[in-house]
């Protein structure tokens, strides 16, 4: 369930690393390694560098669209000298690249655009753009956008788009299957189940319109870089000296083609032992006095944001977790499994009070995932001590299974 907030090396310490790392990770994508790539708006080729880094040994070849020259240069600077590269080819735009390669040639196994749409002024002009690079992917597409209320938006519309088009294309596509004879319908549907479909691999734990849709809260994560001396040089004001990391927020969405899978996921219909249920199972030479347990520790204090390693507040940040205080001490809902489409996502950092967790959690509320919502969970000691150490560890972004 946790992810580390800053894990070396420090130039691939990036976006679209945490975002590929999300990828790679999910059970939603088992065993996904992609051969070819495309990277669109690849600026200096900073997703190559991230692509690199979580799957070392299965990138063969990058094709990257990007029309600025001065970028094109930059990227290939970085890249000199460097050995075991993939075979690269650099586009001026996705008119250009499907004009040079074969069509057979045109679909990637994986698709990504980060930090390039927001330069799109139009919304149509965006939407004309994400379907291009959908055709272009064979397996997965990966869109990123920084982590403001207006990256947000923009992920979450073409979420939507793509999710809406391939729904409508496989109702389109069963009432062809449903007109065919009966002998190539097995043909015509083993086919269609690798073309058609879409689902949401990372973050959203469903295929449902956003929760947050609407709301004064945005969908987005935090991942900490580590700042080079130069940065540091450059970006220091009034002369006082800037800490060594920053904290970059940022938005995306990971769809993938098919359908999803529907095997059940670990936990899927456990139930837990409160903690009364659980001292009464004890033999009785177990029970020793647990001094621990009568007194708040000083972990059990601990305020939100005291870890070492702690994100560094944002002012919205504040504003989402005054929200979050608002209501209060809330009674802990029932444990509910067997959610379907898998663990829910925590979005914002959990908050510690006693021997109490909150957290807002994103999850599917139907067992085919067609729809979410975004819930508070409150995780208390005595009624669920299994889930209570877990959810003490847990950060903003990891899974949560209830
Ligand atoms: C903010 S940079 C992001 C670079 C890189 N993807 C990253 O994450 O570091 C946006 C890039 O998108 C490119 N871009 C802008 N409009 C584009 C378009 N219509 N087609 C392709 N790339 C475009 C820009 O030239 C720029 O390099």
Same mark, same amino acid.
């Given at each position: 369930? !946790? ?24 059970? !939603? ?47 290939? /600077?970085?890249?000199?000298? #460097? &050995? ?18 074969? &069509? ?12 390039? %749409? ?14 291009? %690079? ?37 109702? &389109?596509?069963?009432?062809? /299957? ?7 319908? @097995? ?8 073309? =058609? ?18 709301? =004064? ?7 900490? #870089? ?10 220091? @004001?009034? $002369?006082?000296?800037?800490? $060594? ?12 083609? $098919?359908?999803? +899978? ?11 032992? /409160? ?17 621990? =347990? ?5 972990? =059990? ?21 005054? %929200? ?28 510690? !009070? ?8 994103? !999850?599917? /509320? ?18 669920? +001590?299994? #889930? ?10 990891? #899974?949560?299974?209830?």
């Amino acid at each position: 369930m !946790r992810r580390s907030r800053m894990s070396p090396p420090a130039c691939l310490q990036s976006t679209p690393h945490a975002t590929a790392c999300s990828v790679r990770s999910d059970r !939603r994508s088992p065993g996904f390694a992609p051969k070819n790539v495309l990277d669109f708006g690849a600026g200096p080729s900073s997703a190559l560098w991230a692509m690199r880094a979580v799957w070392p040994k299965s990138i063969e070849r990058v094709n990257l669209i990007e029309p600025s020259k001065e970028m094109q240069r930059a990227g290939q /600077t970085l890249l000199d000298n #460097l &050995k075991g590269l993939p075979l690269i080819h650099s586009y001026d735009s996705i008119q250009e690249l499907n004009r040079s390669i074969e &069509k057979h040639e045109r679909r990637h196994d994986l698709v990504i655009s980060s930090y390039a %749409l927001g330069e799109i002024p139009s919304l149509n002009d965006r939407i004309t753009i994400v379907r291009q %690079l959908w055709d272009l992917t064979r397996d997965v597409l990966v869109l990123l956008e920084p982590g403001t209320p207006q990256g947000s938006k923009i992920i979450s519309q073409m979420r939507s788009y793509i999710l809406w088009m391939e729904k409508r294309k496989c109702r &389109k596509s069963g009432k062809s /299957t449903a007109a065919a004879p009966s002998k190539m319908k @097995s043909m015509v549907l083993q086919e269609d189940l690798l073309k =058609d479909g879409a689902f949401v691999v990372a973050p959203c734990p469903h295929d449902g319109r956003c929760p947050l849709e609407n709301s =004064d809260k945005y969908c987005h994560f935090v991942q900490r #870089l580590e700042r080079t001396s130069s940065q540091r040089i450059y970006k220091r @004001s009034k $002369g006082v000296p800037l800490r $060594g990391f920053e904290d970059e927020k940022f938005c995306y969405v990971a769809l993938r083609r $098919g359908k999803r +899978p529907e095997e059940a996921w670990p936990l899927d219909g456990m139930k837990f032992d /409160t903690l009364k249920e659980r001292h009464a199972k004890r033999n009785p030479e177990d029970l020793i006095i647990d001094y621990d =347990d009568q007194f708040p520790s000083e972990e =059990d204090e601990e305020a939100p944001g005291s870890d070492e390693d702690s994100l560094v507040p944002y002012a919205s940040d504040t504003q989402e977790l005054s %929200l979050f205080h608002e209501s209060g001490e809330e009674e802990e809902e029932p444990i509910r499994a067997d959610l379907g489409g898998g663990w829910g996502r925590i979005i914002y950092s959990p908050i510690r !009070r006693g021997r109490q967790v909150q957290m807002d959690v994103c !999850r599917a /509320t139907k067992r085919d995932a067609s729809e979410g919502a975004f819930e508070r969970v409150v995780v208390t000691q005595s009624k669920n +001590p299994a #889930l209570h150490l877990q959810a003490r560890k847990s950060l903003w972004g990891d #899974l949560w299974p209830f």
